[in-house]
């Protein structure tokens, strides 16, 4: 069975960090790029991240390039997104994806 599960969403305070964690199952992790995308209240969903499926290349989000990386871990099918210097307006749901395949989705709030 085909599934993203993502973890390690929570509350943080403004400028502080998350690590968000996804595992991929029942489908060649290796052979496929993954991206991170987040969906916050009233707005539509914004791409984030981007990386390769060899782990070279990544992509941001203008909106969070300097501040979040993301990596993966071919040999336990994970992909991670480190998250610094988080902002309020980085409050929302992040998912996992790879082409049509999504998560259930973590919630991140940024809050004082």
């Known amino acids: 069975q085909v599934q993203l599960v993502e973890s390690g969403g929570g509350l943080v305070q403004p400028g502080g960090s998350l690590r968000l964690s996804c595992a991929a199952f029942g489908f060649p992790f290796s052979g496929f790029r993954m991206r991170w995308y987040r969906h916050a209240p009233g707005e539509g969903r914004e791409f984030v991240a981007m990386?390769?499926?060899?782990?070279?290349?990544?992509n941001y989000a203008d909106s969070v390039k300097g501040r979040f990386t993301i990596s993966r871990d071919n040999a336990k099918n994970m992909v991670y997104l480190q998250m610094n210097s988080l902002k309020a307006e980085d409050t929302a749901v992040y998912y996992c994806n790879s082409g049509n395949r999504w998560g259930q989705g973590t919630q991140v709030t940024v809050s004082s």
């Open positions: 990386v390769s499926s060899g782990g070279d290349m990544t």
